[in-house]
């Protein structure tokens, strides 16, 4: 039985679990409920595609990239909670400039980056919303399934062996928004200001790592960068948001 891009729904978890072999593919977690998946038997195979899509793009039916978008039904019940925690904090009125601002720096500031370790499944994929550690193709699909469940078009980009980052479509045109960078930014100590410049603020042809996004894979948008205002008035409002609330574990906000 092959159930693919559809809410789940308890009679749908009665047929799978009642199938020798089923498999359930899903284009991204939106609607889905995490009560709902965990009671998913672990015989039952689920593919979360997200960002790597072979049927656009052919390398992504090598064995490394289709393992990437496995999933047991136990960890993707935690992984659909996790952004939920993030979700609860949004404001549905936010633009979505400061929508997608607020969940970068939740993850710049609450997932570390992978040092030490290779190119793996789990710190490459959703996972990292459960062990918090990921490599910059875990981070863009993290960002990547954040931004389709939130509503707002944008594409997972991936220059293979170099570097993964994110095309989101923001106030009618495309920035190139690298949650990687805006980490490794954090972790130097460095003012606020550097970690704001990897949401969207350098213009390409100054930026060092212009050659990457010129050589992602196709299509190519033509890449436009905040004005520093933009960025820095949506910050304004989070920081309006955090000042009325307790202050939250899932996100830490400050103003350069």
């Known amino acids: ?6 809410v789940l729904t308890l009679e749908d978890v009665r047929m799978l679990n ?10 991204n ?8 998946i ?23 039916k090598e064995p490394k990239y289709v393992n990437r ?24 009125n936010w633009t979505d400039i400061e929508k997608a601002l607020y969940v970068y720096l939740s993850m710049i500031k609450s997932i570390n980056y992978d040092y030490k370790n290779k190119n793996s499944q789990t710190n490459s994929n959703l996972c990292v919303m459960l062990h918090r550690t990921a490599k910059c193709a875990g981070f863009a699909t993290c960002y990547k399934e954040a931004m389709d469940r939130l509503g707002i078009e944008n594409e997972f980009k991936n220059v293979p062996n170099i570097h993964s980052y994110n095309a989101v479509l923001l106030g009618g045109r495309w920035r190139v928004i690298d949650v990687t960078w805006g980490r490794n930014a954090f972790d130097e100590n460095t003012d606020n200001s550097k970690c704001l410049r990897n949401f969207g603020l350098d213009k390409l042809e100054f930026n060092s790592s ?12 033509k890449y436009v960068p905040f004005h520093k205002d933009e960025v820095l008035d949506a910050l304004d409002t ?8 307790a202050p939250s574990n899932d996100a830490e906000i400050s103003r350069a």
Do not use: W
């Not at 009642?18 to 284009?27: F, G, Q, T, Y």
């Open 29 to 36: 977690t939106v609607g889905q409920n995490a009560n709902i």
């Open 238 to 245: 989070l920081l309006e948001n955090e000042n009325s609330k």
């Open 69 to 92: 978008t496995l999933y047991s039904p136990k960890q993707l019940a935690k992984i659909i909670r996790t952004f939920e925690k993030i979700e609860k904090h949004i404001n549905p």
């Open 210 to 221: 212009a050659l990457v996004y010129y050589m992602c894979t196709e299509p190519q948008h």
């Open 38 to 60: 965990e009671q998913i038997s672990n015989n039952v195979t689920i593919s979360v595609i997200g960002g790597y899509d072979a049927k656009r793009y052919d390398k992504y």
């Open 18 to 27: 009642n199938e020798p072999k089923s498999v359930v593919i899903l284009k």
């Open 1 to 6: 039985m092959i159930i693919r891009n559809k």
